[in-house]
């Protein structure tokens, strides 16, 4: 993990390292928007969901699972966020946001109306909705 370079996640500090398996790193986040923000990421520089294997997968959930478990209790959050932006950074990630009891809830910020437009969302059809599903299913 320690390269030589300006990746963020190869040189965090130990102190912010929550826990590790030989795949995954979990670590509080340095810019942090919220108490009980943590990532969990792989190891290696895959950038994207759809570069991990099924063995990095499976590692990464079962260490997200454990953790978010733990600290979900632990701060009493109602439950966790989870978003996989990736567009800085060279390790799929995955940010744990906790929604405490007295937040408001995001979803309707984000899915409905008022939510994702503009440079990132965009109303899709029922057809287009229907075209991608049925192409999905076939595909798989
Ligand atoms: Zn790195």
């Known amino acids: ?26 670590t509080y986040f340095p810019r942090a928007i919220k108490k009980g923000h943590f990532v969990v990421a792989v190891k290696e520089h895959l950038p994207t969901f759809t ?13 997200a699972l454990k953790l978010a ?22 390790h799929f990630h995955i940010h744990f946001l906790p929604k405490m009891p007295t ?13 994702w437009k503009g440079e990132v969302g965009e109303s899709v059809s029922e057809d287009d909705v229907m075209q991608f599903i049925q192409s999905l299913r076939k595909a798989c």
């Open 1 to 26: 993990m320690k390269e030589q370079n300006d990746c963020i996640f190869c040189n965090f500090e130990d102190r912010y390292v929550i826990a590790q398996t030989d795949l995954s790193l979990a």
């Open 51 to 63: 570069d991990l294997n099924e063995e990095q997968i499976k590692d990464l959930s079962a260490l």
């Open 103 to 115: 937040d408001t809830p995001m979803g309707k910020h984000i899915m409905l109306e008022s939510g």
């Open 69 to 90: 478990k733990i600290a979900q209790n632990l701060i009493g959050a109602e439950k966790y966020y989870l978003a996989a932006i990736g567009d800085l950074d060279r």
